[in-house]
Antibody
Framework: EVQLVESGGALVQPGGSLRLSCAASGFTFSYYSMNWVRQAPGKGLEWVSYISFSDTTIYYADSVKGRFTISRDNAKNSLYLQMNSLRAEDTAVYYC?????????WGQGTLVTVSS | IQMTQSPSSLSASVGDRVTITCRASQSINTYLNWYQQKPGKAPKVLIYAASSLQSGVPSRFSGSGSGTEFTLTISSLKPEDFATYYCQQSSSIPQTFGQGTKVEIK
């Protein structure tokens, strides 16, 4: 069974940093591209970042470019999102998601709250 | 690629037929997925490749369309179907989402 488990969400002050992790199991992690998607309270889904299976291709949403860094460790079956210079508008549930030809598989999400 | 869903919300009764539309800003062939999301839960894929039903999803859900216009239809609404529905294009990266359609109880 495919499982994605996010962790690392917390309350952080504006300007602070946070690193999210996503532990993958139930599939060959190194074969799949991965994404981070966020959802602000009461809002829709916003794609944040993409990393290819071999991490040679990386994309970011304009809203996080220059502040967030996606990475992966295929040996540890793990995906990461380093978030710096956090703003109030970054407050959201952050999901990691596996891309497949039959739709995405999602983790349960981790809550990031940016507030003083 | 921008994805636009309509309506943003709708009220319907159990047993109603419900149709949600999703339009892409350029042709995406049939690279279109539909998700259902309930409060506090992650999205769950219902339909992929515009019209293929994900394993385990009830047959009252169906999808159609190609190019730039797509529809998700629920043939007879059940109580567990009250949720928010999102379309997503998988034609190019980033694989963008529509803004969502909230299906509420009338």
């Amino acid at each position: 069974e495919v499982q994605l488990v996010e962790s690392g969400g917390a309350l952080v002050q504006p300007g602070g940093s946070l690193r999210l992790s996503c532990a993958a199991s139930g599939f060959t992690f190194s074969y799949y591209s991965m994404n981070w998607v966020r959802q602000a309270p009461g809002k829709g889904l916003e794609w944040v970042s993409y990393i290819s299976f071999s991490d040679t291709t990386i994309y970011y949403a304009d809203s996080v470019k220059g502040r967030f860094t996606i990475s992966r460790d295929n040996a540890k079956n793990s995906l990461y999102l380093q978030m710096n210079s956090l703003r109030a508008e970054d407050t959201a549930v952050y999901y990691c998601a596996r891309g497949t030809s039959s739709g995405w598989n999602w983790g349960q999400g981790t809550l990031v709250t940016v507030s003083s | 690629i921008q994805m636009t869903q309509s309506p943003s919300s709708l009220s319907a009764s159990v047993g109603d037929r419900v149709t949600i539309t999703c339009r892409a800003s350029q042709s995406i062939n049939t690279y279109l997925n539909w998700y259902q999301q309930k409060p506090g839960k992650a999205p769950k894929v219902l339909i992929y490749a515009a019209s293929s039903l994900q394993s385990g999803v009830p047959s009252r859900f169906s999808g159609s369309g190609s190019g730039t216009e797509f529809t998700l239809t629920i043939s007879s609404l059940k109580p567990e179907d009250f949720a928010t529905y999102y379309c997503q294009q998988s034609s190019s990266i980033p694989q963008t989402f529509g803004q969502g359609t909230k299906v509420e109880i009338k």
